[in-house]
Structure formats: C-alpha cells, structure tokens
C-alpha cells in the first residue's frame, strides 16, 4: 500500500523559511520513473504545484516561487524535503505531496496534507 | 503562463450527468489529468490521460476531448459524488497547471 504523509510546522512567521517532510512508503524513489511533487492550496482556493523531484535527482520548480523553492530526497529514509525561503502571509495553505509514476504523469497518490498558516 | 479554465460551479440532479469542462490553448496536445476533493479532504485521482479511469474509480466517470475543450463527465450522479473538481495539465515548460476548479452541487 502507497503512503505519503507531511510534516513540519503549523506556524511559521514572516521572513522565516518553512522546511516540510514527505515521508512515504510502499514505493521507492530509486525505482525507474518515480517523481514526488509537492502541491499547496489556500484556503478556499485552487490547488497550485510547487515542485517535483524524480527518482534521477531532477528537480523542478513551478516559474513564479523557483526563487525560494529547494526540493531535496533521502532515498533511505524514503522521504522528500521542501524549502520556501521568505514566508509570506500569502503562503498560508495547506501543503500536499504526492507521488507520480512518471515525469509529467498524474499525480497517483496523494498525502492528506499539512496546514501552514504564516503569521506574526 | 500557460493557464486553464473551469467553470465555478456545475449543479445537476440526482440520475442525471455532469459535465465539467477544461479549457487551455491546444490541450489536445497535452495529457489532461482530473482531481475529485471532498472538503476536508485530499484530492483524488479520477482521470489519468485524458480517459482512463485508475483502479476503483466508476465508471460513471468518463473522461474526454473535443474542440480545444476537454470535459469530465459523471453519469448517473450521485450524492457522493458532490466535491470539487480540478483538471491538470504539464505545461511545455515543465510546469504542473491546474484549473481553477468546479464545485458541483447534487440538487
């Protein structure tokens, strides 16, 4: 069985950087194709990708946040790690990662998600 | 950027259909994705390429493209079956898009 799940802080204030961990089973990232993305959506609104890593190592990021995003992976502890430098109030959303099989693939399996709300 | 649009709210009747479109500059050439989210909720992969449905998924959910438009369609809708709903494409540009999303209402 395919799991991800989020963690990191609920609260983060403005300028700070907020570091969010996937961790995930029941699928390895040094398998052939695999890919996590990480995905956010304020509240009450759309959903938004963020960035993806691929089994390779290949990163990318979407164009408006590629500034402040770093997407790393530990393959032995199965688990992917996201950075967004200079929080914002506009940033309060919850944070979702979720698995691809392939590189442009749909997102297959999703985590239930981590609330982050930026604020003094 | 690239960008795609959905209408913001379908409603339908139990029994009938539900059509919820996707529109982007030739997305015909592109593999459309479509999300089911209940509120609280994460989303739900309910069609992958266009067309097929992953493993469990009804096949009340039917998946299509015509005319620049691709289209989520729901025969046969249920009560279960009120979410939201978000159509994804990868841009050329490698970036994931997704629409705006549509909220359908089960009358």
């Known amino acids: 069985q395919v799991t991800l799940r989020e963690s990191g802080p609920a609260l983060v204030k403005p300028t700070q950087t907020l570091t969010l961990t996937c961790s995930f089973s029941g699928f390895s990232l040094n398998t052939g194709g695999m890919c996590v993305s990480w995905i956010r959506q304020p509240p009450g609104k759309a959903l938004e990708w963020l960035a993806l890593i691929d089994w390779s190592d290949d990163k990318y990021y979407t164009a408006s946040l590629r500034a402040r995003l770093t997407i790393s992976k530990d393959t032995s502890r199965n688990q992917v790690v996201l950075t967004m430098t200079g929080m914002d109030p506009v940033d309060t959303a919850t944070y979702f990662c979720?698995?691809?099989?392939?590189?442009?693939?749909?997102?297959?399996?999703w985590g239930q998600g981590t609330a982050v709300t930026v604020s003094s | 950027s690239y960008e795609l649009t959905q209408p913001p709210s379908v409603s339908v009747a139990p029994g009938q259909t539900a059509r919820i479109t996707c529109g982007g500059d030739?997305?015909?050439?592109?593999?459309v994705f479509w999300y089911q989210q209940k509120p609280g909720q994460a989303p739900l992969l309910v069609i992958y390429?266009?067309?097929d449905r992953p493993s469990g998924i009804p096949e009340r959910f039917s998946g299509s493209y015509s005319d620049n438009t691709a289209t989520l369609t729901i025969t046969g809708v249920e009560v279960g079956d009120e979410a939201d709903y978000y159509c994804?494409?990868?841009?050329?540009?490698?970036?994931?898009?997704f629409g705006g999303g549509t909220r359908v209402t089960v009358l």
């Open positions: 390429n266009d067309k």
């Open positions: 994804h494409v990868w841009d050329t540009s490698s970036d994931g898009v």
């Open positions: 030739r997305i015909g050439r592109k593999s």
């Open positions: 979720a698995r691809g099989r392939g590189y442009k693939d749909a997102f297959d399996i």
